[in-house]
């Protein structure tokens, strides 16, 4: 019997991941990384003007200020299902949110109650720091293509020279990538990449 090799993408960076919260990123290489653990509710390709829908379905106008999404069926890195609780849980602990919408779960579906119009509120749940996170308290789990390898502790990634991500069993869409192994190259003194 034949093992076939495993599909290993590396990654440089040149600082390392600040956040395991995408709900409280604010910087590029924490969004590079926990994007591929993490997914927003909906998702824009450079140079599109439409979201698409990732987690939730379309954005159904409800009022002036209201928006509701039913949620599709997706599942955490352990199998929970995703609900319209558990979404709306997560979504109220994301700082972007704060004053600018209330959340509210109505039956199957999240209903948004903003504070002022925004005809394009899909792009808002677009951004990677409305990800939806499971919260199980040491342990944050995600519906994205991988999860991290060791349970993530921000204290040890900060200083890691490496870390790997692996393959989420319940992700939902396709993959062709078994992990991924970011490594990290600080930049030399004078800011240029030279160990990159």
């Not at 927003?40 to 954005?59: K, M, N, S, V």
């Not at 209330?102 to 808002?124: E, H, K, M, Q, S």
């Amino acid at each position: 019997m034949t093992v076939a090799a495993s599909k290993l993408v590396r990654i440089g960076l040149l600082t390392p991941i600040c956040e395991i919260d995408p709900r409280d990123s604010a910087d590029n290489i924490s969004d590079l990384v926990l994007g591929q653990v993490f997914d927003a509710p909906y998702a824009i390709a450079a140079g599109e003007l439409q979201t698409r829908p990732l987690l939730f379905e379309p954005l159904h106008p409800e009022g002036r200020l209201q928006y509701s999404a039913a949620v599709r069926p997706a599942k955490f890195s352990d199998g929970t299902p995703l609900t319209a609780e558990l979404a709306a849980r997560s979504l109220r602990g994301a700082k972007i949110l704060r004053d600018k919408t209330t959340i509210d779960v109505r039956g199957d579906r999240v209903w948004f109650t903003l504070t002022a119009p925004n005809p394009r509120f899909d792009l808002t749940l677009s951004q990677s720091n409305t990800s939806i996170v499971l919260d199980r308290g040491a342990q944050l789990l995600g519906t994205g293509p991988f999860l991290f390898e060791q349970r993530p502790n921000l204290r040890l990634l900060q200083s890691a020279k490496s870390f790997r991500l692996v393959r989420n069993p319940h992700y939902a869409g396709t993959n062709g990538v078994d992990e991924v192994e970011f490594r990290v190259f600080p930049a030399a003194e004078d800011g240029s990449p030279r160990a990159l």
